[in-house]
Each structure stands twice: as C-alpha cells, then as structure tokens.
C-alpha cells in the first residue's frame, strides 16, 4: 500500500509487476508484437487515455489530408447505453458524443444505424464489451466488419476502441471462441477495470493499444527507470501499487483455469436467478446472464400487477437487498428495468435466499393496498 506507482525509478519491481500484467491482458486479447498499455484508477481514466490518442490521432491525419480540423468538433459515436464516463471524456476533452439509439430490439449498438452517424470528423467508434445498463454485447465482430467495408471506399479510416470494463476479463474465460479483440483488425484499442471480473478491490483498470502508433507520441511521457527512461501514459499522478499487486496476484494465483471456474460458477447463479424469475411467469427477462451474469429484466405488459419494479426494490430493501430499478436510456426511457449484477461473491446459497425473499416481496406487494402519488415522486436514475 505504501509504494507509489507511479514512481518507476524508486520501485522497479512493481513497475515490473504493472508491465508483466500488461503483458497478460494483451495475450488475453490476442495483441501481437507492438502494444503498449498501462494500469489506470479505473475503465474511466482508461477510457479517457483511449479517447484522447483516438482524438490526437484523428487531428494528425485528417491535417494530413488537408481537412480544416476546426471547422465542427471532432465526434466519437457510441451506444446511448454507453456509462456516464464518456460523457465526462467528450466534456472534458471537447469532443461531440454521437449516441446511437437503442430500441427495443437493439439493446446494444444498432449496426443497421451506426455508419449513419460517421462523418469525416469521426474519431472513432466505441463498441461496448458488457452494457452497462443491460449486460448486452455489442457485436464487436460485424462492427469491425462494416468499419472494414467504409475504410475500402474512404480515405478516412475508422477505428474502434472496445469498453471492455465487464467483459474484457470474463469473455475471455468463459467464452474464449467470441471474437471482440485485436482478433478483429480494426480495433486498436480496449479497456477494462481490474475491480470488476478481474477480481480485485477498487480502484484498478487497464487500456491497451493493438500497436504503438496507436498512441501519439504526445500522450507519451518518459520518466527514469533503472539508470534508462520508461514510456507513461497516465491522467492521475501518485497513488498506492497495491491494486496491480492486487491484480498480479489474482493472475498467478488463479491462473485462466482459476477465473474460468470462478466466473462459470457466478453465471451459473445468474442463470438460475433469470430462470427463477421466468418462472413467476411477471417477468421479461432481457438478459440472462449468458454473456455477462447481469441479469436484466422488465415487468411482462400482460403481467397486470399493481405495483412497479420501484415497489419491489423499495420492498426488498427491507431484507437488505438493494436490487436497482431504473428507467433505459434516451428513446426507451418508459422502459423501466431491474438488474441483478453478479459477482464472484454472490453464490448458489446467497441466491436460493434471495429468491425466497423476492417470492415473498411479490406475495405482499400482490396483497397491498397501494397509494400512488398524485404529483412527481422521486424517480431512480442511473449514476454509475
Ligand atoms: C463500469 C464501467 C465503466 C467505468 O469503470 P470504472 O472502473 O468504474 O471507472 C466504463 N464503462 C463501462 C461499460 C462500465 O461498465
């Protein structure tokens, strides 16, 4: 706890440490020779790494082919069920978010859409690796698809740079066949938080890039290491190492065969809670947890109870369950969903638990006399 990670020159073994993690993640993602990556606070300051060499790298080249840069804000597109750091990352680095909506039928990146919102001042495409809200895939493979097919007809090439925060460190275990990183040419960049699937307290996440000329050289800053200099990239300056020591400890000590057996188990909770709630027969479930263990679900319309999805969080946090309800992004904002995220802590026996609880909730729910409110009541958002 008490070394500082972003002294390389005074701790070389833990920057020995971050750079053999970085080399796991890039195997685990199927990088070749040239990448380079680094540890982060989070998937947020990582995402806010990977906008930023998108945008230095989208102004290098379009200068080159003789475009006015200034003319309108360069623009990144990405799902409306994106997480709120991309907001902040277009606020802060001055870059025009283009959400594509999601319907009902899309509960991830719409592909009959997404080129809609490409223009020449498109930095790049963000594929979202575990929707936030949903527990949904992006499907990065024909994304990358139709990327290729407009990078044959245009001088002005996309990239995409995949949010893997859930996913990048639980595909890989449990579905290693599913092709969503540098497997697919067109994606030169990934995220992903050492504090989700990657089983480590908070605050740790990773970005890496398919190759170094992925990252401007300005983004780049060298400091001493060991008598030489180090490359760094990195918003925040000083904090503890004990996250990436977190981090390498996890990988030697489970090793792949390790987090594939922990990650399977915890879906194999995520499946049984989805079924549980299909069989209440009030439910529609979204997700499963096939992808993700992120249950997501939504009252069934011929389901006729009294109550909402609010009622029955309110109602199981009397036994201690906080279980959100919220409403879905821009454009299905009538929808109101719950989801369960899973974690390797939740087991079979918490569960059955839960599920007699959320039986009961539903038995008194279905028996109460309940008051609506005839003005605005507070509704739920989703802030994380
Ligand atoms: C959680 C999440 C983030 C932010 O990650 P932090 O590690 O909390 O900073 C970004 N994108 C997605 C898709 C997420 O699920």
Redesign the pocket.
Known sequence: MKKNAIDKSEYPQTAEIENRCVNILADLWHAKENYIGTST?????A?MLSGMALKFRWRHLAEARGINVNKQKPNLVISSG??V??EKFAVYFDVELREVPVDPRHLSLNLEKVLDFVDEYTIGIVG?L???YTGKFDDIKALDRLAADYNAQHEHQLVIHV?A??GGMFAPFTNPELEWDFRLENVVSI?T?G??YGLVY??V?WVVFRDTKFLPQELVFKVSYLGGEMPTMAINFSRSASQIIGQYYNFIRFGKAGYREIHERTRSVALFLAEELRKTGLFEVLNDGENLPIVCYKLKETSHVKWTLYDLSDRLLMRGWQVPAYPLPHDMEEVVIQRYVCRADLGHNMSSEFVADLHEAIKELDQAHILFHDGDVKTYGFT?
């Open positions: 606070v989070g998937s947020s300051e995402c994106y997480q750091c991309w979202i575990g929707i936030t949010d925060a859930s995220n938080s504090h989700k908070p605050g996440g994380h």
